[in-house]
């Protein structure tokens, strides 16, 4: 759908910027917006790669385990169908480590191997899971310490002070997960 409504807003733009005059200020917008895009995609790719290479040290010593033995008694009251899953449970719990600092898009990859192996023990395909549903809700709610995408676009676009929104992030996202977790709580309980 967006395939083919964003083609038609670029168009009709040009067409009213021809007919009002405008062309100039669409071909300067459009060659700034360029600009733009490239150094946040820079920021985020140098954002990226740190904290990606981070995660793979961290992965060859011990503190992701630590991590994992501190993050499994909340994936066993999460997860309680995922009992006998343990590479399920390391995947989510390798997936909200990464939420948890802030690595976003890094972490998706490890997300969508999670949902992988959890649809492999799914009885019925075509639905999602009780684990699968509350491992969605988590991800969406995205509990973070260090919101690096967000601090990122805001270093991209010179703010005085990017990382002034670390509370209102911690906030935001924990108040979000919590109320997201009970709720996903009390629906799969009356769904059973």
Same mark, same amino acid.
């Given at each position: 759908?967006?395939?083919?409504?964003? *083609?038609?807003?670029?168009?009709?733009?040009?067409?009213?910027?021809?007919?009002?005059?405008?062309?100039?200020?669409?071909?300067?917008?459009?060659?700034?917006?360029?600009?733009?895009?490239?150094?946040?995609?820079?920021?985020?790719?140098?954002?990226?790669?740190?904290? $990606?290479?981070? !995660?793979?040290?961290?992965?060859?010593? $011990?503190?992701?385990?630590?991590?994992?033995?501190?993050?499994?008694?909340?994936?066993?009251?999460?997860?309680?169908?995922?009992?006998?899953?343990?590479?399920?449970? /390391?995947?989510?719990?390798?997936?909200?480590? &990464?939420?948890?600092?802030?690595?976003?898009?890094?972490?998706?990859?490890?997300?969508?191997?999670? !949902?992988?192996?959890? /649809?492999?023990?799914?009885?019925?395909?075509?639905?999602?899971?009780? $684990?699968?549903? !509350?491992?969605?809700?988590?991800?969406? &709610?995205?509990?973070?310490?260090?919101?690096?995408?967000?601090? &990122?676009?805001?270093?991209?676009?010179? $703010? /005085?002070? *990017?990382?002034?929104?670390?509370?209102?992030?911690?906030?935001?996202?924990?108040?979000?997960?919590?109320v997201g977790i009970f709720l996903t709580k009390i629906l799969i309980k009356k769904v059973r």
């Amino acid at each position: 759908m967006l395939n083919i409504l964003w *083609p038609i807003f670029i168009i009709l733009s040009v067409i009213y910027s021809i007919i009002s005059g405008n062309i100039e200020e669409v071909n300067t917008g459009i060659f700034n917006s360029l600009s733009e895009a490239v150094e946040l995609s820079i920021t985020f790719l140098g954002t990226i790669c740190l904290w $990606s290479g981070i !995660m793979e040290i961290a992965k060859k010593t $011990s503190i992701i385990s630590k991590l994992n033995k501190l993050l499994k008694p909340f994936i066993n009251f999460l997860f309680p169908d995922l009992k006998n899953n343990e590479m399920a449970k /390391q995947e989510i719990s390798m997936n909200m480590i &990464a939420n948890i600092l802030g690595l976003g898009n890094a972490a998706t990859p490890l997300g969508i191997k999670a !949902m992988q192996t959890m /649809q492999k023990e799914n009885k019925r395909k075509e639905t999602l899971s009780n $684990s699968m549903m !509350m491992f969605i809700v988590i991800n969406t &709610a995205s509990i973070q310490l260090i919101p690096t995408n967000v601090i &990122a676009i805001r270093t991209s676009l010179n $703010s /005085q002070n *990017p990382t002034s929104i670390i509370i209102p992030v911690w906030i935001a996202t924990i108040i979000a997960g919590f109320v997201g977790i009970f709720l996903t709580k009390i629906l799969i309980k009356k769904v059973r």
